[in-house]
């Protein structure tokens, strides 16, 4: 959110500043959508959008019980890739049917769990991550810089226990933190000095009142959020979860009449328009706004993931957290809790913390969205959107009304190209004018209205 708050009177020079979910082309063309013929028992895998990709992959668990091993989403053949172990000619049509491609493995989910309980077990180390990756049948362990002497002999003679068909070890040249720092965006003051992070989906909390999704970690670190860095606190945090279970925060708008659209500002004063929350699939293409870097993209490349932070209190403590995708779309401290979605508006993650940086690149986890939203009791959007998640964007596009402030504008089938995108919005992150408004294009998601 950079919650860019524009006087009414300018409302009508933001027209065009809505893309609807109609355009979502604004980021990457569609991919192909066509289906390939073939009798029920006999058809081919077909060709998918990266969304019915991921319809399909959260159906698989339930279509094929204990044979399913996990999928992923090929980019080039444009079908999912099914896992399926022991598969008999049953499992094997009903996967086809439903339009996958068939891959017999040799790990169950079953084994790479238990492979991931040991890990657990006897590598808690900080700086480092594991997570199942379905295009390899694996679990790929990652261990960051810091990882040297008795602690890399330690990981990596776990690794070698589990056996080189169930897990890998490779290195990362960066260090795993979560990205907060101090600067623009959203913000809090704390005892430390200034924070700041990102703002990542706007919601609707369970008793109806206007929120928003952002890093747990963020809402551990500090209470109370402003909009600019020396403006007064607009939101509280409600509940927050970090480390542990996950790494999210829901924050309550102060103002129970604030309305909070369902979008995300993807700089150039372009948004787009989030519709429903989904879950993430190995393979396919994400793209991450925050207040730092701006627009970035890349893929999803392992689910379920652990990393271990290192504690930010205790020097020799490690601050785990566990059910996190991982990518290797880059971020920046700063750009903690904010979005990760799809070209088609899908939700799906939250920055949580990672290595690298947007020059040399690394891994970023994130918190899944549907998972945020099912403990917390919150649905994606404001008020009237949120009964409606998956419906059409039209009826969610802001528009410039009299007496009052405004962000956005009208429905606009302008394109916006993706790297454009990224390199205005790192340049724009950080720019203020006025009291209490921020412009520049960099900043990283949904906005309010009053």
Avoid at 176 to 190: E, L, M, N, R, Y
Avoid at 412 to 428: C, L, N, R, Y
Wanted: charged share 15%; aromatic share 4%; proline share 3%.
């Amino acid at each position: 959110m950079s919650h860019k708050r524009i006087p009414k009177r300018k409302a009508a020079m933001a027209a065009g500043g809505v893309v609807a979910l109609g355009a979502a082309a604004i980021l990457l063309p569609q991919a192909n959508a066509s289906q390939d013929g073939g009798s029920p028992a006999t058809a081919a895998p077909k060709t998918l959008r990266a969304t019915d990709a991921s319809d399909l992959a959260s159906r698989l668990p339930g279509l094929l019980g204990d044979t399913f091993a996990g999928s992923y989403w090929d980019s080039g053949s444009k079908q999912l890739v099914v896992n399926v172990v022991n598969g008999d000619d049953t499992a094997v049509a009903r996967v086809e049917q439903a339009g996958g491609k068939v891959r017999e493995v040799a790990n169950s989910l079953a084994t790479l769990k238990t492979g991931a309980q040991t890990l657990k077990a006897d590598a808690t180390i900080p700086g480092t991550a594991w997570a199942v990756d379905p295009r390899t049948n694996k679990i790929v362990v990652t261990a960051d810089s810091t990882v040297t002497g008795s602690a890399w002999n330690r990981l990596e003679s776990t690794v070698d226990g589990l056996g080189a068909a169930r897990a890998t070890l490779k290195k990362s040249a960066g260090t795993f933190k979560t990205f907060v720092s101090g600067g623009d965006a959203i913000f809090s003051q704390t005892d430390a000095g200034g924070v700041r992070c990102s703002l990542g989906f706007n919601v609707t909390a369970g008793d109806g009142t206007p929120a928003f999704l952002t890093a747990g970690h963020c809402g551990v670190a500090a209470d109370q959020w402003s909009d600019s860095q020396t403006g007064q606190p607009i939101a509280t945090v409600d509940q927050a979860t970090f480390p542990g279970v996950g790494d999210f925060s829901l924050v309550k708008y102060d103002d129970a009449a604030t309305e909070a659209p369902s979008e995300v500002n993807v700089g150039n004063g372009q948004t787009v328009q989030i519709v429903q929350a989904e879950e993430a699939t190995v393979g396919t293409q994400v793209f991450r706004m925050g207040s730092t870097t701006g627009l970035n993209d890349g893929t999803v490349t392992g689910l379920d993931a652990t990393v271990n932070f290192q504690s930010e209190t205790d020097p020799s403590g490690v601050d785990t957290v566990t059910g996190l995708i991982q990518t290797d779309v880059c971020a920046e401290p700063g750009d903690s809790g904010g979005s990760l979605f799809t070209r088609e508006g899908g939700a799906i993650g939250l920055t949580s913390g990672g290595s690298g940086d947007c020059t040399q690149g690394g891994e970023t986890f994130f918190q899944p969205v549907t998972t945020a939203l099912a403990a917390t009791g919150a649905t994606l959007g404001a008020g009237d959107q949120a009964g409606d998640q998956a419906g059409g964007a039209g009826d969610q596009q802001g528009g410039a009304e009299e007496g009052g402030d405004s962000i956005g504008g009208d429905a606009s089938a302008g394109a916006v190209d993706p790297s454009q995108a990224a390199g205005d919005g790192q340049e724009g992150a950080g720019t203020e004018t006025g009291a209490g408004t921020e412009t520049g294009s960099g900043h990283h998601s949904s906005g309010r209205r009053h």
